[in-house]
């Protein structure tokens, strides 16, 4: 009886499992009049494959998976770092006089550096150098890389608060977009050992590398379906990271596209950072 007990709680817990992330692939996907149509097939194996990488949290046996083991064709990345090059340069040069305007009002409100430079993962597993701007309060600057910082507004400036806000302490990261260590698109720029809660993404997720197999972007598919912010719970850790492997499964140029004008549209003026 105690073994019967045991098989059937083993089950519950499977089925729970399956539900809860059903729904999570639901709020990363997208729907079919957003992008555009893959093939039944190509759309059956990437769910299978987040389906496998889910479990595999549990039940490692049944991950088959390696890092970076996803193949992206030599067109199609020409292509996005094209598009890269030319939106971020543009972009650049019209943002300068708010560069000039951002970087006085952090240097006169508390004398600090205007700059935020953190390690981060880049592509292919990669440790790159992002740049923000800083939006810490200087007493606050020490705060360890790994930590989520969320919404305690007690930790940040005036400005600061203000440039979170309106995501504009993430327009220096276009210098990264133009160097080539990030794209416009792609998933999250994570930083290394960034936890989900009490444990680090590496250790909650046993494919988390794949997401690396392109760079990390400013905007992804994760921002627009609501999964961004700060990570105290590990479910929404699992449903981030599933939307970022739906995407490198299932990437094209117009699958850019929309995301980036998704995100113009819901997260300008609507920030909620780490």
Known sequence: RKAQA?????????????QLFSHRVNRCSIQPHQIRPH???????????????????KYPAKS????????????ALFSKRTFDIAISLGALVALTPLFLVVSALIKLEDRGPVFFFQERWGQNGKKIRI????????????????????????RFS???AFLRRTNIDEIPQLLNVAKGDMSLIGPRCHPVGMLAGDIAYEELFPDYQQRHVM??????LAQIRGW?????????????????LYYVQNYSFWLDIKILLATIRSEVGRGTGF
């Not at 740049?131 to 007690?154: D, E, Y």
């Not at 760079?215 to 992804?220: A, E, I």
């Not at 961004?228 to 970022?244: F, L, M, N, S």
């Open 158 to 160: 005036k400005v600061g």
């Open 131 to 154: 740049i923000k701007f800083r939006t810490m309060a200087q007493r606050n600057s020490g705060l360890g890389a790994g930590a989520s910082v969320g919404n305690n507004n007690n």
């Open 39 to 57: 093939s039944l097939g190509r759309t059956i194996a990437a769910f299978g494959f987040l389906y496998s990488a889910f479990v595999a949290n």
């Open 64 to 75: 088959a998976k390696r890092a970076f083991d996803i193949a992206i064709s030599p067109g």
């Open 215 to 220: 760079r990390p972007g400013l905007s992804g």
């Open 228 to 244: 961004r912010g700060p990570t105290t719970r590990r479910g929404e850790a699992r449903a981030r990271i599933a939307c970022d």
């Open 6 to 18: 045991l098989q059937t709680g083993g089950s519950a817990l499977r089925e729970n499992q399956t």
